[in-house]
């Protein structure tokens, strides 16, 4: 007799199947925000959103604005590694 999978395993297949996977681990990464980044960056930061593996960041300080800014590559590295997936290829300040 066939072990049924798991039905998380089920549902990522029928996600990525439909092309629905990227979107859904976009909706993960900005949920998991203040998480990943902490209390203090996020109380700094709004309106996330992703776009065309593009992620867009409100930025409420100047200088958390510069500092994120100067170490983007690492970010992107990091949110990526968060959520397990190439979900963002690009970060763009606002």
């Known amino acids: 007799m066939a072990q049924a999978?798991?039905?998380g395993e089920i549902l990522a297949a029928y996600f990525r199947e439909n092309g629905m996977e990227q979107q859904m681990l976009g909706d993960l990464l900005v949920e998991k925000w203040p998480e990943i980044m902490g209390p203090q960056v996020a109380?700094?930061?709004g309106n996330i959103e992703?776009?065309?593996q593009v992620l867009y960041v409100q930025i409420r300080s100047a200088a958390l604005k510069q500092q994120l800014f100067e170490c983007r590559t690492a970010l992107i590295k990091?949110?990526?590694e968060s959520i397990g997936a190439k979900v963002i290829e690009d970060i763009r300040l606002r």
Do not use: C, F, H, S
């Open 43 to 45: 109380r700094l930061t």
């Open 78 to 80: 990091k949110l990526n």
């Open 5 to 7: 999978a798991p039905i």
């Open 50 to 52: 992703i776009k065309e």
